[in-house]
């Protein structure tokens, strides 16, 4: 048997970032200890404040690699709709029912939104930390607020309604769908919530 591989320094950092996430996601960013997050990576403490001066440069981190993690999902996702369809609407609509479909095959449903955790405990950050999560949720509104110009080019909505809080939608029913499924323990909430949000838009833009 072949021998394993030598660890790269950015394996531990790897896992100190997933088994915090994992953490954040069930209890909340106060309640986890840099001392568990180097018995759970099996090193010392020197070893976390090789990768991390202190816990808040963790957060950032954290944070950091959710947003890269979560618009690259986004590139992918809505890139193998738009090469499905010419059309921004149709487009559109597919890469919302994928998003559905997506979340909807997570066997334990969503984990959590770190942007969430954040912003329900802002007083443990700094201005960088709090910045950082605002501009999180300005991406997602730019992301599909671009999309939304597209459509209303080519189909003027059938209603008067903001884009900018048609965008904003998304990230209210992603979130609130989240909320829900571990609230009520069903994980078919969110990808309902999202076939909802995909039905308002075809309302909004074609009347059907």
Known sequence: ??????KR????RERLLEFAESSVLEKGFDAT???????AAGITKSGFFYHFRDKTELARALLTRYIDRENEMFDVLFGRADELNDDPLHGFLVGLKMLAELVADLPNGHPGC???AYCYQDRLFDQQVRDLNAQSVLLWRKR?????DM???RYPP???VDLDDLADMLSAVADGGIIL????RDPMVMPRQILLYRDFVKAVFTGA
């Open 151 to 153: 459509i209303a080019e």
């Open 114 to 116: 770190l942007i969430a």
């Open 181 to 184: 499924s571990r609230v009520l």
């Open 158 to 160: 059938r209603i008067a």
């Open 9 to 12: 320094k950015g394996d531990t």
């Open 33 to 39: 200890s840099i001392d568990e997050l180097i018995a």
């Open 1 to 6: 048997m072949p021998s394993p591989a030598p």
């Open 144 to 148: 599909f607020r671009t999309r939304l």
